[in-house]
């Protein structure tokens, strides 16, 4: 009887990282996850017992030694966001591009069967010519973050020609859920409820018209298995809804959930803020067979008792 196909995880700590690491030992796989921080230190759920955590930086040799005999190869890792990264440029580079070509480099070395990389659809195509954004849309990001992703990306395409190093790419829009952290430095669904039920002014920048595509993390954990199965000639996928929501309304869907008014804070617009990103999700419900199936509106009604910490308010709605 043969052992079931080693899944490595990078980033498999993280928000998104640990909803996959429990659905790919669902689907039966043998899953070991690389993260600096090793295994998750705010779960206690009995699925982490059955995972390897490996705490080691991106890139690091600890890093690389694990993909021997691996099959599959997640990269979901990143050491910044769209907020921080162009504040320092260099460890941006070092950290996550540098260090991802090791990877690669390993990864062809030991004849990964596929590798699947979450690339971000919010920031590398930049200011949008038009929307939705479909993946032939121009790509001119306005920050390091989207620069390295797509870079990344481009030194997927030459392993791919150089050694046979077979690779999908995943351009997510905005992660939500229900186990994201709202004191994380990404997150506005999450980080707007918990300031709005614990009655605490949202902070926002700009007018608060800023449009964005919102996933549920169950929906991009799907797309991120259809990738490993799929067989077809695309490499290159936007996971998104297609559906734009603005930073004023997804306040007002929040404070019709609670039943009392919601402060809003503007705060000056920042640089790297494009005004609008919705993604056009065609190739991957035709290719992947994938489509998002969790409206912000359900989730929002899970979400809201969740993340309370004191137990669910009488005022907060039930739907």
Not at 61 to 74: C, G, I, Q, R
Request: aromatic share 6%; proline share 6%.
């Amino acid at each position: 009887m043969s052992r079931p196909k080693l899944c490595v995880v990078l980033g498999g700590s993280g928000f998104l990282g640990r909803r996959l690491c429990e659905r790919l030992l669902k689907e039966g796989f043998r899953v070991l996850s690389v993260s600096r921080s090793g295994a998750p230190k705010d779960t206690n759920a009995p699925w982490c017992s059955e995972v390897e955590w490996v705490a080691a930086p991106l890139g690091s040799e600890a890093s690389l030694k694990v993909l021997k005999d691996s099959d599959f190869l997640f990269h979901l890792a990143s050491t910044t966001v769209p907020a921080n990264s162009n504040s320092d440029i260099d460890f941006d580079l070092q950290s996550n591009l540098i260090a991802t070509v090791q990877v690669l480099q390993a990864a062809a070395r030991e004849k990964v069967r596929k590798v699947v990389f979450v690339s971000s659809g919010g920031t590398v195509y930049g200011i949008p010519k038009r929307n939705p954004i479909d993946e032939t849309h121009p790509t001119d990001p306005i920050c390091s973050y989207g620069i390295q992703k797509l870079a990344i990306e481009k030194y997927l395409h030459l392993f791919r020609l150089m050694s046979g190093l077979a690779a999908t790419i995943l351009r997510v829009s905005n992660i939500y859920g229900e186990s994201q952290s709202p004191g994380g430095p990404v997150g506005a669904v999450t980080h707007f409820i918990d300031r709005a039920i614990r009655g605490r002014p949202i902070e926002i920048w700009g007018d608060g018209m800023i449009i964005r595509d919102y996933v549920h993390v169950d929906d991009v954990v799907t797309a991120l298995l259809r990738s490993i199965e799929y067989q077809g000639t695309e490499g290159l996928f936007n996971i998104g809804t297609g559906r734009g929501v603005s930073l004023k309304q997804l306040v007002e869907m929040i404070r019709e959930r609670i039943g009392q008014e919601v402060t809003i804070d503007f705060k000056p617009p920042r640089g790297f803020d494009v005004p609008e990103n919705v993604l056009d999700v065609s190739r991957a419900r035709n290719e992947l067979l994938w489509s998002p199936e969790i409206t912000l509106e359900s989730a929002l009604d899970r979400m809201m008792p969740r993340l309370y910490p004191l137990g669910v308010p009488s005022k907060v709605s039930r739907h």
